[in-house]
């Protein structure tokens, strides 16, 4: 008998592997894809289509989540403000600016400067960013590293700032582009503000990056809105995180879906996208998940985390942290076992300049 899911998804990788437009129909085909032997061709393209942009090359990235303190509520997330069972903590340019020489010299690509939106910035009239801006300015001049700014809808001219000191990228994600969900999740906040912030950013001159987060009631046809919106924004790095249950926030009894979601999404996102850069964060399932996140065609590793910094991590706040399993050290054997390496810094600023 004739399989006629295997001859539609046949038609339709034939059609990704030409890069060639996916219809909202095939794409929505493919994020409901479940038997392994499926899957495991999706993920063959994957791979295939990450080869042709970036050869074995992956990046990797520093994360330095420098203040957990926030004033938002995001329903998500440990960091919210009316968690109150945290000890938070707020790092002083000096320890920000030792984790960061500590991941330079371990040899990553970028760093990830990643705060809750801190009231000590946000609310604060009269220095407000000033202080942080000066740390960006001396990261780059001491280290010319790119970096990476992840502290939320920051003010336009505190953007504008932050790009003269010498920061390349802005990250701020919308979690998912469906609005009534949006607010269920970041409660209280602006969609138009977050979406319209990230596209001044691009106007500005930053990378940006996209980010989703499934596993919390987004359906398929939510997938391929988010989808849709990446490929208008034109980010040049889009992501998906699944959501890791906080205990003491409200979606602490939500019951976590399959991974086989979020990589399924990440290789589907390598087919639309085949030349953005697509992270695997160690974030969410440590080293242990690595393997399956690069299987499905990911291209940067993001979150690696010096042991003994004191930081925190964002969906597994203490994970693979203190046994140095979030280091280069670490990693480079896994890349070895699918036949990857790391790039250099100068395939990094070559990929950046294109
Ligand atoms: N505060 C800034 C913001 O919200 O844009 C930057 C830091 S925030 C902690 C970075 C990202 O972490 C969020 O956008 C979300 O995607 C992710 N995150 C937070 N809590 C998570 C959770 N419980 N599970 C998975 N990802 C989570
Ligand atoms: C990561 N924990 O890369 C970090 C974080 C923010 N730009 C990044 C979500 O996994
Ligand atoms: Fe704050 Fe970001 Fe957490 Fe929302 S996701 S509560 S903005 S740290």
Known sequence: MINTTSLMLDV???????????????????????????????????????????????????????????????????????????????????????????????????????????????DNRESGFAHLISTVEQIKDRTGIPIMISAGVVPEQALREFKAAGAD?????????????????????SYTERMERKKLAHKLGFLIEEGLLTGVGDTEEDLVNSLERMRDLGAEQVRVMSFVPQKGTPMQDVTSVSRHRELLIIAVMRLIFPDRLIPASLDVDGLNGLANRLNAGANVITSVIPPHSGLAGVSNHSLDIEDGNRTISKIIPVLAEQGLALATRDDFAEWIRQ
Request: glycine share 4%; proline share 2%; hydrophobic share 35%.
């Open 169 to 189: 990228w802005y990250a701020v994600y919308q979690e998912t582009h469906n609005p009534d969900l949006y607010h269920k999740l970041r409660l209280g906040q």
């Open 12 to 122: 339709i990788l034939e059609k990704a592997e030409q890069e060639n437009p996916l219809s909202r129909e095939e794409l929505k085909f493919l994020l409901t894809l479940s038997e392994e032997s499926d899957l495991s061709k999706v993920f063959t393209l994957a791979r295939q289509l990450r080869r042709r942009y970036f050869e074995d090359k992956l990046f990797i990235y520093g994360f330095v989540y420098f203040s957990t303190y926030c004033r938002n509520d995001c329903a998500f997330c440990l960091y919210r403000r009316s968690n109150h069972a945290l000890d938070r903590y707020r790092k002083t340019d000096l320890e920000i600016m030792e984790t960061v020489s500590s991941l330079v010299k371990s040899g990553v690509h970028l760093v990830d400067l990643t705060m809750g939106e801190d009231p000590q910035y946000f």
